[in-house]
T-cell receptor, first 116, second 115 residues
Framework: NAGVMQNPRHLVRRRGQEARLRCSPM?????VYWYRQLPEEGLKFMVY????????ESGMPKERFSAEFPKEGPSILRIQQVVRGDSAAYFC??????????????FGPGTRLTVL | AQSVTQPDIHITVSEGASLELRCNYS??????LFWYVQSPGQGLQLLLK??????LVQGIKGFEAEFKRSQSSFNLRKPSVHWSDAAEYFC?????????????FGTGTRLLVSP
């Protein structure tokens, strides 16, 4: 049973370029969460999605960041016109279809974005 | 808003010694509390979680945690540390009022294990 998959594991972009981060949840999971971990900090919630729906994006920066979870395929976190401050590790987690407060979130290995 | 405090940034423990990692939270009602471990270059793995009931929770890899409402604490313990336990440990709480599992994490405690 494959876990949560994220790719790429490492991504280097120059300022002004676009970054696309992909997350494939565990089989049978239809809830996806994205978190950002800045250096020397804990994880910060960004967005919560279900298939074809953004449920809560209260942690997403208002500009340049977007997320989707299409009916088919992985969830995508897109960062347009990256700046140095976007350099961080981005983690995806998935949970079973119940989506309740007591669920366990299963985390992927993360994508480490470096902006030059 | 809920918050989680992990007062120790780094802790060094000798292999075989006992371990306690501190976690304090701010929350009005009974919280949903979690401990995760992150090995270098890896994602987070759930060690244990508390929702209600017995305040002493057993987890994987020999870890346990005790919920103390009077102290707003949820400290993680292990009686005998192994070298493979060296990692970063995060305490987290579910933010209230969101209707889903929106986790609020502490800043983490990095555990070093000395021979």
């Amino acid at each position: 049973n494959a876990g949560v998959m994220q790719n790429p594991r490492h991504l280097v972009r120059r300022r002004g370029q676009e970054a696309r981060l992909r997350c494939s949840p565990m089989k049978g999971h239809s809830h996806v969460y994205w978190y950002r971990q800045l250096p020397e900090e804990g994880l910060k919630f960004m967005v919560y999605l279900q298939k074809e729906n953004i449920i809560d994006e209260s942690g997403m920066p208002k500009e340049r960041f977007s997320a989707e979870f299409p009916k088919e395929g992985p969830s995508i976190l897109r960062i347009q016109q990256v700046v140095r401050g976007d350099s961080a590790a981005y983690f995806c987690a998935s949970s079973p279809s119940a989506g309740g407060l007591g669920d366990t979130q299963y985390f992927g290995p993360g994508t480490r974005l470096t902006v030059l | 808003a809920q918050s989680v405090t992990q007062p120790d940034i780094h802790i060094t423990v000798s292999e075989g010694a006992s371990l306690e990692l501190r976690c304090n939270y701010s929350y009005g009602a009974t919280p949903y509390l979690f401990w995760y471990v992150q090995s270098p270059g890896q994602g987070l793995q759930l060690l244990l979680k508390y929702f209600s009931g017995d305040t002493l929770v057993q987890g994987i890899k020999g870890f346990e945690a005790e919920f103390k409402r009077s102290q707003s604490s949820f400290n993680l313990r292990k009686p005998s540390v192994h070298w493979s336990d060296a990692a970063e440990y995060f305490c987290a709480v579910v933010e209230a009022g969101t209707g889903f599992q929106k986790l609020v994490f502490g800043t983490g405690t990095r555990l070093l294990v000395s021979p």
